[in-house]
């Protein structure tokens, strides 16, 4: 039987690399799952949860915070690369849920003074924010 290698790679170095029976992301165009002997793709992700399902404990899945990115899947391996991405387990949940209230409140005062790049950053900040505070409570 065939495993999928997974590894999330940041600027800041190896975030996972586990074996995994299938791992499920969302893509621009949607949410794709890829499974050992998977046809070579390279897609662009949004800022949501990586799913994974470890071949060493099949109850169990991970998930990962991924904010964008690219995953390109080749020979039995699955890579993405990202801006950043925080694994379930070191995500501080009360530091997310602050950046969430930060980020709303960037939204109303630009709203107020019509900045539509500001209101743009401030919403991608609510994505990662939120996106964050999801896959901390993923295993709850």
Not at 32 to 38: N, T, V
């Amino acid at each position: 039987m065939s495993v999928l290698r997974v590894n999330i790679v940041t600027p800041n170095g190896l975030v996972y690399d586990h074996n995994a029976n299938m791992v499920v992301a969302k893509t621009l165009d949607g949410e794709i799952g890829i499974l050992p002997q998977h046809a070579p793709i390279i897609v662009p992700l949004q800022i949501n949860e990586v799913r994974v399902k470890r071949t060493d404990n099949p109850e169990h899945e991970d998930a990962v915070a991924v904010n964008g990115g690219v995953m390109e899947v080749r020979d039995n391996i699955c890579t993405i690369i990202a801006d950043s991405a925080e694994r379930e387990r070191d995500i501080d949940l009360s530091r997310a849920e602050r950046a969430k209230e930060r980020a709303e409140k960037r939204i109303e005062e630009a709203k107020e003074h019509e900045d539509r790049d500001e209101i743009d950053r401030a919403t991608v900040a609510l994505h990662k924010a939120i996106n964050r505070i999801s896959v901390s409570r993923h295993g709850r």
